[in-house]
């Protein structure tokens, strides 16, 4: 019992990444009686670990729900170094695996769970809620440590010099308990808690600097309920963030509270009485709320849009014009000696032919400058995601295809192919397997590459090319024999136009099978898009701009199909997503896939 009356405390372990992370878990001794099973998903501080949320859950006294906490990689009794992990964006994956492992394991769907994260870990918090967008019922995030005080002048600058000699360096915290909390018993267990971590990587921290500038920058599209807690005396991080960060969400029920005179570490204070008192009321409004319906995100979603927050080219001043006009001469006079930006300037930068060049990333080009261009050119940060997505794409399809049965015939449809180089690779290493796979296409030309690479591959399985528009209903002859996974990848991201999608959807939803999947993409942020919308042309042949659509509008599209999201794969930089939905009546409120 661990000296709790209300909870048997547990132990236990989830996979994520390939590795086996360690987690605690509060089970109520008596439950919530003819409702929902409701839980409390706890994060904790930078340098701390899970065995810190014990008291908070006594604290808090929710004691007819489940709480649960886990130590993130490199903390308490989790594997990897101390203060470190492969990446920030890592940490986000875990929490991403954690409530999946959560609601799987415990029968407790997302939408009953309350995220309480405190300091970094509600940095990790909010990344999540932002690139995944899993419909959590709100989150408590005290102190967010979206702008670390380092005291120390051009510390970021000499830390991201510094790595590049030392890559796996790493910095001692200067924080003192006396500067977390006023109280002298926690102050006194912080200093002798040896599973405390002093020092976390300097890659991890520009990392986490870097993530916390994107979110604040892109928060609009957060619609989940958030209540805030800004220390008012906080030495560790800055406070004018997370009023940016507050003032920008889209939530409908938010709130914001300066605890006066608390220090950072704002649920450890010796006072705690105002902090339960409003999260309390907080937890109380979340759950007497009906959860957000596809219907509202996407009414949201279109109110951000019509108030110019979701535009990818805003009118610029003359200096940008000018800027901009010599960008689009370079590019369309020395340019061209880099055959990818070759392709791009006749085909389309966003053309299936540029992005079977990108995948291939293979630079080349006409004389030495040629070659020096295109590599440059194929390393920018849109094209490493494009690389990436491909590879989440494909990671998705084989855990797919794992899991049907290897007896029964598998049949894939891919409504707008391009060169069909993700699926095509993926069914070479599967030629011991009855698959049927139909490739689709607006253009010829891309079926003829496409059809050409299948020859290439020498693949055994069938494989049928169609000339079909992706968003008319006339692609989608719902008497046709249905496919088990239908995929959806780069196209939706063209387009702004909801309407378009919901046809095309709609489409799918009578060619796929009872139980079967789509896997689709999104782009739900990009770094440089009024570089790309000023400079670069589309396959159309026009300036190539592009509305990001927020991964949770893109999931409520999907929702309002047919479909239950089952899981979001994501790259480092944020920018695509690949995610796998399931299809029929009877999908069930709990489901999960493996990674392949």
């Given at each position: ?31 919530r009686?003819?409702?929902?099973r ?30 649960f ?6 903390h ?35 939408e ?89 990587s ?14 604040v ?10 209540l805030?807690?800004?220390?008012g005396?906080d ?6 963030p ?14 914001l509270?300066v605890?006066?005179?608390?220090f ?21 409004d ?16 279109a109110e ?14 003359l ?33 299936g032919?540029?992005l ?49 049965p ?12 391009g ?5 095509l ?33 020498a ?8 000339v ?24 939706y ?43 670069l ?13 927020p ?27 690949v995610?796998?939905a399931k ?14």
């Amino acid at each position: 019992m661990n000296g709790f009356s209300a909870w048997q405390q547990f132990e236990g372990g989830f996979l994520t990444a390939g590795e086996r992370l360690f987690y605690r878990g509060w089970q109520p001794q008596q439950e919530r009686p003819n409702t929902p099973r409701r839980a409390f998903i706890f994060l904790h501080r930078g340098h701390e670990h899970s065995a810190r949320i014990a008291p908070l859950v006594e604290q808090l006294g929710y004691q007819q729900d489940w709480a649960f906490a886990w130590d993130a990689r490199g903390h308490g009794h989790s594997p990897g170094a101390r203060g470190d992990a492969p990446s920030f964006m890592q940490l986000v994956q875990d929490l991403d695996e954690f409530v999946r492992h959560i609601s799987s394991t415990y029968q407790i769907a997302p939408e009953n769970m309350l995220l309480i994260a405190n300091s970094v870990g509600a940095v990790v918090a909010s990344t999540w809620l932002h690139d995944y967008a899993v419909p959590v019922r709100g989150i408590v995030m005290a102190a967010a440590a979206f702008d670390i005080n380092l005291y120390v002048p051009l510390a970021k600058p000499a830390l991201r010099l510094a790595i590049g000699f030392k890559p796996d360096l790493f910095v001692k915290s200067y924080i003192r308990s006396s500067m977390l909390t006023h109280c002298p018993k926690q102050a006194a267990l912080y200093d002798a808690d040896p599973l405390i971590a002093k020092a976390i990587s300097a890659r991890i921290l520009l990392e986490l600097a870097d993530t916390a500038k994107r979110i604040v920058q892109d928060a609009h599209v957060i619609q989940t309920p958030t209540l805030m807690l800004v220390a008012g005396r906080d030495y560790v991080v800055k406070a004018a963030p997370q009023q940016q960060y507050f003032q920008k969400l889209s939530a409908k029920l938010k709130r914001l509270v300066v605890v006066p005179e608390s220090f950072h570490a704002i649920l450890y204070e010796a006072d705690m009485s105002l902090t339960l008192r409003v999260i309390h009321e907080f937890i109380a409004d979340c759950y007497e709320a009906e959860p957000q319906s596809a219907e509202q995100v996407l009414k949201q979603s279109a109110e951000l849009e019509s108030a110019g927050l979701q535009s990818a080219a805003p009118k610029l001043g003359l200096a940008k014009q000018l800027f901009y006009g010599v960008q689009r001469l370079l590019l369309n006079s020395l340019g061209r000696l880099s055959v990818g930006m070759q392709i791009g300037l006749t085909h389309g930068f966003d053309s299936g032919k540029s992005l079977d060049y990108v995948y291939e990333n293979q630079p080349q080009g006409r004389l030495v400058l040629g070659k020096i261009l295109d590599q440059g050119y194929l390393q920018a940060v849109g094209w490493r995601g494009i690389r990436q997505r491909k590879t989440d794409l494909q990671h998705a399809l084989i855990a797919l295809i794992e899991q049907h049965p290897k007896e029964q015939p598998l049949r894939i449809l891919d409504i707008a192919t391009g060169s069909g180089r993700y699926v095509l690779e993926i069914l070479k290493r599967y030629q011991d397997r009855d698959i049927q796979a139909t490739l689709r296409d607006f253009l010829p030309q891309n079926l003829a590459d496409a059809e050409q690479l299948a020859q290439s591959l020498a693949l055994k399985q069938s494989v049928t090319f169609e000339v079909r528009d992706a968003f008319s209903p006339d692609s989608y002859p719902a008497l046709a024999e249905p496919f088990d996974i239908v995929i959806v990848s780069g196209l939706y991201e063209l387009f702004s136009d909801n309407n378009l999608i919901a046809k095309s959807l709609a489409g799918i939803s009578q060619q796929i099978a009872e139980h079967g999947h789509l896997v689709y993409t999104g782009q739900p942020w990009h770094p440089q898009l009024e570089l790309i919308a000023n400079t670069l042309n589309n396959h159309r042949g026009e300036m190539w701009v592009m509305r990001p659509r927020p991964q949770a509008e893109m999931d409520a599209l999907v929702s309002k199909a047919g479909g239950r999201k089952l899981k979001t794969y994501i790259g480092t930089d944020g920018i695509f997503t690949v995610s796998v939905a399931k299809f029929g009546k009877a999908h069930g409120s709990v489901q999960s896939i493996g990674h392949g």
